[in-house]
């Protein structure tokens, strides 16, 4: 009895800080988002914990009893994605984007074949690379231009013309102010593309962003529901290629993923009415806001990054570049002071990236001069501390919820 109640002191004083610290955050992390009561009452929700191993053509039989009335929320799932994506087939059963993306690369990737990635130094995903190391996938980066912070097409289009072992683009960026023009890609009828949209679903949910899949016939999207989609963890699939479907509606389960966990996929469903009500106003937003703080942020001195065509930003994320050397003191400050961002020392971007989808959905449109204020005094005069709290308290007190339903109708019995 004792170690349990030491151990539930230790539980609920961990939460009881978390939330201070949430509560008072500056929220300018490009992988999180706020999730609304609506969305979060299908974790809490009777489906939690029910067992659904198939989807479409699944074998009945093998399934527990009481299944068929799973299948309807994950049904449900493809039928609202569908309509925001506009792909024949859908499927969330995946556990998280980096889950979807080993799946797609053990059905997708011939091991005879070789595919290009967006490289990690390019702003491409980190774990990308030693994922297709684990798995003996040959690999090679995808061309950039670092002065045009855009895909160098013209390489690109040269190694596809020239290399015929090439199967796969792997799009899979995790920084990206400007994202890739797939027209601009003279694709071979044999290769595909798969694109990760994990930091971009929202904008391209919500008409911000072209959608990758209308951009040719060879092409996956794949995707995790947590950052400019304000959902809870979970992974997305979407192609409107037979081949594909046929490679990885029975891969993903039951072959490789078993214990589909459908109160998460309950969840994305009511993300996704969110989504079908507020998503255009939403994504707008977010792109407004991105660049009206890098408008503030470069009116105050400090070097944001621009896209080619001279806007701060096409998605969520503002890159600041400061002097490598300032990098890691700089990051200390930020978190000490409860900043929430990242720090980045790649041929892309030495500095750091923020992410405003968060603060998007907080009405912050009339604290963003404040807001920059905030930053650059961390950056320049963090030994400020009174006037840096007090503007952040200030700050934190501003969020409010916006683009949310309230309507509360499910309950856990």
């Known amino acids: 009895m004792v170690k349990y109640i030491d151990y539930y002191k230790r539980l609920t004083t961990i939460y009881e800080e978390y939330k201070v610290f949430d509560r008072t955050k500056i929220p300018l992390c490009a992988a999180e988002n706020y999730t609304s009561p609506f969305v979060k009452q299908g974790l809490i929700s009777n489906y939690e914990g029910k067992y659904i191993s198939g989807y479409i053509d699944r074998d009945k039989e093998k399934d527990f009893i009481g299944s068929d009335y799973l299948e309807k929320i994950l049904l449900l799932s493809?039928?609202?994605?569908?309509?925001?994506?506009?792909?024949?087939?859908?499927?969330?059963?995946?556990?998280?984007?980096?889950?979807?993306?080993?799946?797609i690369l053990m059905t997708l990737i011939d091991k005879g074949?070789?595919?290009?990635?967006?490289?990690?130094?390019?702003?491409?995903?980190?774990?990308?690379?030693?994922?297709?190391?684990?798995?003996?996938?040959?690999?090679?980066?995808?061309?950039?231009?670092?002065?045009?912070?855009?895909?160098?097409y013209d390489g690109l289009n040269?190694?596809?013309?020239?290399?015929?072992?090439?199967?796969?683009?792997?799009?899979?960026?995790s920084d990206i102010i400007q994202p890739p023009e797939l027209q601009k890609i003279n694709l071979p009828p044999k290769v595909g593309i798969i694109y990760d949209a994990t930091q971009t679903l929202?904008?391209?949910?919500?008409?911000?962003?072209?959608?990758?899949?209308?951009?040719?016939?060879?092409?996956?999207?794949?995707?995790?529901?947590?950052?400019?989609?304000?959902?809870?963890?979970?992974?997305?699939?979407?192609?409107?290629?037979?081949?594909?479907?046929?490679?990885?509606?029975?891969?993903?389960?039951?072959?490789?993923?078993?214990?589909?966990?459908?109160?998460?996929?309950?969840?994305v469903c009511l993300s996704m009415l969110e989504m079908l009500k507020f998503g255009e106003a939403y994504a707008q937003k977010i792109i407004?806001?991105?660049?009206?703080?890098?408008?503030?942020?470069?009116?105050?001195?400090l070097r944001v990054k621009c896209t080619e065509d001279g806007a701060f930003s096409h998605t969520h994320q503002l890159f600041i570049e400061v002097p490598k050397e300032q990098v890691d003191i700089s990051y200390t400050h930020f978190r000490n002071y409860g900043i929430t961002l990242n720090k980045r020392k790649t041929a892309y971007l030495t500095g750091f990236r923020l992410g405003v989808q968060e603060i998007a959905r907080y009405h912050f449109d009339e604290h963003i001069a404040n807001l920059a204020h905030l930053l650059c005094?961390?950056?320049?005069?963090?030994?400020?501390?009174?006037?840096?709290?007090?503007?952040?308290?200030?700050?934190?007190?501003?969020?409010?919820?916006?683009?949310?339903?309230?309507?509360?109708?499910?309950?856990?019995?």
């Not at 609202?80 to 059963?93: I, Q, S, W």
């Not at 040959?138 to 950039?144: G, L």
């Not at 407004?288 to 001195?301: E, R």
């Open 78 to 103: 493809n039928d609202m994605a569908a309509e925001l994506f506009h792909a024949k087939y859908n499927d969330f059963r995946s556990l998280t984007g980096m889950n979807t993306v080993a799946l």
């Open 113 to 152: 074949t070789k595919i290009l990635i967006t490289d990690p130094q390019a702003g491409g995903h980190g774990s990308l690379p030693k994922l297709c190391d684990n798995l003996g996938i040959q690999y090679a980066p995808i061309p950039y231009d670092y002065m045009r912070m855009q895909i160098d």
């Open 158 to 173: 040269q190694i596809l013309e020239q290399d015929s072992r090439v199967s796969f683009l792997f799009f899979c960026q």
């Open 202 to 267: 929202g904008l391209i949910a919500g008409g911000a962003l072209p959608n990758p899949l209308e951009a040719c016939q060879n092409i996956i999207m794949i995707g995790g529901t947590h950052k400019t989609f304000p959902s809870v963890t979970c992974g997305y699939v979407a192609t409107n290629n037979d081949n594909y479907i046929n490679r990885v509606k029975q891969n993903i389960s039951p072959n490789f993923l078993r214990n589909v966990q459908v109160n998460n996929i309950t969840s």
């Open 288 to 301: 407004w806001t991105a660049n009206a703080l890098g408008d503030a942020l470069s009116g105050d001195g």
């Open 377 to 413: 005094l961390v950056l320049n005069s963090p030994e400020k501390y009174h006037e840096i709290m007090n503007l952040k308290a200030t700050l934190a007190l501003c969020k409010s919820d916006q683009y949310v339903i309230d309507d509360l109708f499910m309950e856990l019995e």
